[in-house]
Structure formats: C-alpha cells, structure tokens
C-alpha cells in the first residue's frame, strides 16, 4: 500500500527542531474528577504534558487508565475538573470552534447509505464549503490514504482497514493541524493493522501533522511515536514519557532493531512499574 502522490496544502511539515516547535497541547496539573451516583471516580490525576507541532505521541496504559479521556479533553468533549489545557495556545473550545483537529474513532462511524465520497464531504458540507472543493478535498485524501478509485462505493463495499482509512481521510480533509486517533486500528487483524500503521507513517512524515494516539499495543506505539507517554492504572497519571529518535522512514523491519526493541523494553518496563502498587 503505497499513499497517493496528492499535493498537500493545508498541511505542511512543522519548521524547527526539538523544543523551538510550537506547542500545540500544553496540559498543566491537570485532573479530571467524574461524579457518578456511588462515588467520583477520578480518571486523570496531575497530568503535565507539552505535544509540539510535529511530534507523534502515543498514549498507552491499561485500560480505564484515561487515555480516552485524555483525548476528549483536548477535543472539548470534556472538562477538566482543575488545572489548565491549552491547544494552540488557547482554551480546547476555542480549537474546537477553529476545527483545530480532527478526531478519529476506534470504529469508521461512517453513513451506510452514503458513498464514500458523499461520506467525507458531509462535514465539509456543514462547513459551508463550495460543492466543487468539496469534491476536490474528498479526491485529494482518498488518494492520500490508497484509496483513489473508490469514491463511488458504500462502506459496506469496503473491508474493515479500508473503511478505517476512509476515516482517516475524512480527518484530514479538514486540514487540521492536530490528529486525534483513539484506538483506530484495535479491531483490525494484524496484517491490517501493519499496513495501517506504515500508511500513517507515511502521512505523519509527509504532511508533518501533530498527532495523538490513544493504544494498547507497545510494537504500535514504539513503530509509530516521536513520543511515547505511559499511563498509570486508575487514576491515570504520567508515568513516563519516552522520547524515540528511530529513522522517521523507518519501516516494519525496523521492529527487529536493537534500537526499537530497547525503546520497547523501556516502555514494558515502566508500564510494569505502575502495575505495582507499592
Ligand atoms: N462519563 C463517565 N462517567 C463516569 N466515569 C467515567 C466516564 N467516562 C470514563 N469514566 C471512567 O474513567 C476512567 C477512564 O476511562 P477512559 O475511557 O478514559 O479509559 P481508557 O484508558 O481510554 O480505557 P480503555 O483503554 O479501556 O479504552 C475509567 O475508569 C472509566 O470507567
């Protein structure tokens, strides 16, 4: 699976190096505090995070620990309890209002009874976008994520993997400077889920893209990551954050290098560490 060849003009690759970048998520003590009916449950606990514009950073711990959270925090869906979050240097509702990012579900959530096509030029359309760009962004992505030729079939003409990257192209056709991807390839079988992850390689090197990832998997997030932040059991905190400098066109085989395998030890070890509860 190869990615289109489409010229991308909302998206550029991030100018600047290590800490000149601009932040893009900036999460100070921050804690999240759910009210339920038999007693709070505090998902987040005294978050301290910076995301800089270009960095891939994955989030991983077990689950319940407030990866998911984490994510709908920075995408407005929630509100921390105290602390502060900044996205682009200002509040998440401000990004959200901006369309700052683009967010991408563990499952497609794309129209039955639309096609594929029609299915990502639906947001664009609430955006009041031209009917002729709005053709013109849907071609753009769907061959950047492998799938031109596909624009007049229905999801259900889709597998699994190509529906995923149907969501991924519906992200992007946004522009957004910020990729929220939580748990996109979870469901897919392994084989799937390698190309995927390739594919969005590919994309992060290419457009320079921020990009959040919520996984459970330590190959996925070591292949994919610039950074990668372990979470604590309930309540999540930040255990460590594990920079990686592998080649950023690395590929599969990279996963047999002493460099990746040491990365990965690195984040086993600490995701073991927050499992003892000492
Ligand atoms: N709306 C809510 N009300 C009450 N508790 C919630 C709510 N949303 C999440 N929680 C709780 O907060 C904690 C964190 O949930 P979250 O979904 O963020 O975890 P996660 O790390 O993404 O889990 P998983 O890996 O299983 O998807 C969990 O204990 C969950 O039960």
Not at 7 to 31: C, H, I, K, W, Y
Request: charged share 25%; aromatic share 6%.
């Amino acid at each position: 699976m190869v990615p289109g060849q489409a010229v991308l003009e909302g998206l550029a690759p991030a100018a600047g190096t290590g800490a000149q970048r601009a932040p893009v998520v900036e999460a100070r003590d921050l804690s999240l505090i759910f009210q339920t009916p038999d007693a709070p449950v505090t998902a987040l606990s005294d978050i301290n995070l910076t995301i800089r514009r270009g960095d891939f950073v994955s989030l991983i711990g077990p689950s319940g620990c407030g990866k998911t959270t984490l994510m709908r925090v920075v995408a407005d869906l929630a509100r921390q309890t105290s602390g502060t979050l900044l996205v682009n240097g200002g509040s998440a509702e401000q990004a959200r209002l901006d369309r700052a990012y683009g967010y991408v579900f563990q499952a497609p959530a794309l129209y039955p009874w639309r096609s594929i096509e029609r299915n990502i030029m639906l947001p664009l359309e609430i955006m009041g976008m031209s009917k002729a760009e709005r053709r013109e962004r849907a071609a753009r992505y769907l061959d950047l994520v492998g799938l031109k030729g596909f624009e007049r079939k229905f999801p259900w003409q889709l597998s699994g993997g190509m529906q995923q990257r149907v969501s991924i192209a519906r992200a992007l056709s946004f522009e957004p400077a910020l990729l929220l991807m939580d748990e996109p390839f979870g469901a897919l079988d392994e084989i799937t889920r390698d190309n995927l992850n390739v594919h969005l390689l590919r994309l992060w090197e290419k457009t320079g893209i921020t990009v959040i990832f919520v996984t459970h998997s330590i190959p996925e997030a070591v292949f994919l990551s610039s950074k990668i932040v372990v979470m604590s059991p309930r309540p999540g905190r930040i255990l460590e954050v594990i920079d990686s400098d592998l080649p950023t066109d690395r590929d599969l085989d990279a996963r047999e290098t002493p460099e990746f395998l040491e990365i990965a030890h690195r984040v086993r070890v600490a995701l073991r560490a927050g499992h003892s509860y000492d």
